[in-house]
């Protein structure tokens, strides 16, 4: 199969049989790694040996991403075959990455083989963060995904999720945040609260733009029975972002103490330092939507 690009925007009527395989076109002997209903499927292909990554709110990028990462680092990430939008539906046939969820094994683990985890995951982190950019963005040039530009807004009832960047400076990257704080109040709602987290954002500094995953959990990192990491995937809100970003999604979303120790030893001092300023600018993003 070769890369290909359908330009196709028609409509998907999003009813009770939206993933079924039939409606998609996808082979009854798939094998659907995601049963729960998600914004995505992905399925097992046995007959071509390959992952499906498909849905509407599955995103070219992600392929260019992972294909960007592939001619750049050693990072094992899965290689892609094919990518289309049919019928407002993204298509991505990849490589299947061996092995099983670091998350299905980590509580089995030992101090020792945490710690050779932590430092295979550092190697890779710091040869993706050497990628850097002179804008902040996707490797396709397209908006930021940083958790901070993807709250719901509260002033846009017709636009739940406006778009902000990318950007060619931290001044205009503070811009943006400002410019989200504003949208996840309700019109007419100005506080010292809002004030408080202007004068953090304003006060954020550095120009240097790494390239981050976003999104790196337990379950998004793949590992042998020897517990070495075979594949890092979803990779769909990866983007050029601040150095310190890597660090904060990662930390922020982890709730296992273990898993916690893990990520504080692969980060530096530096990566860390804005850790409780830019959670203080999350919560108030999030402080009238919830999400």
């Known amino acids: 199969m070769t890369p290909k690009e359908l330009s196709s925007d028609d409509s998907w009527s999003d009813d009770e049989d939206y ?4 409606k998609l076109g996808i082979p009854e002997n798939a094998i659907n790694l995601t049963p729960r209903p998600t914004t995505c499927h992905v399925y097992y292909l046995p007959d071509k040996d ?3 990554k498909v849905g509407r709110f599955v995103r070219r990028q992600e392929a260019e991403t992972l294909k960007f990462l592939k001619s750049r680092t050693s990072v094992p990430v899965p290689e892609v075959y ?3 939008k049919k ?7 990849m490589s299947k990455v061996e092995g099983k969820t670091l998350g299905s094994v980590w509580a089995e683990l030992s101090e020792e083989t945490m710690a050779k985890v932590a430092s295979q995951l550092r190697r890779y ?4 963060q050497s990628l850097t950019s002179d804008f902040y963005g996707t490797v396709i040039h397209g908006p930021c995904e940083e958790a901070f530009f993807t709250h719901n807004s509260m002033r846009s009832p017709d636009k739940i999720n406006p778009k902000y960047g990318p950007y060619s400076s931290r001044e205009e990257y503070n811009a943006g945040l400002l410019e989200a704080l504003a949208n996840s ?10 004030e ?8 954020l500094e550095g120009e240097q733009k790494v390239f981050s995953h976003g999104d790196l959990h337990m379950d998004n990192i793949m ?9 890092i995937i979803d990779w769909d809100t990866a983007c050029f972002s601040i150095p310190e970003r890597e660090f904060f999604e990662m930390r922020n979303r982890a709730i296992t103490p273990s898993w916690i120790k893990a990520i504080e030893s692969i980060f530096s001092d530096d990566e860390k330092e804005n850790y409780d300023t830019l959670d203080a600018i999350n919560a108030e993003l999030v402080l009238y939507s919830g999400i």
């Open 19 to 22: 993933y079924s395989k039939e």
């Open 223 to 231: 590992v042998n029975d020897s517990i070495d990491i075979t594949g």
């Open 125 to 128: 982190i710091h040869e993706w």
């Open 50 to 52: 390959m992952v499906l």
């Open 87 to 93: 019928n407002g539906v993204t298509y991505i046939y």
């Open 185 to 194: 109040r309700p019109i007419g709602i100005r506080d010292k609260r809002q």
């Open 196 to 203: 408080l987290a202007e004068e953090k954002i304003r006060a």
């Open 82 to 84: 094919d990518c289309y």
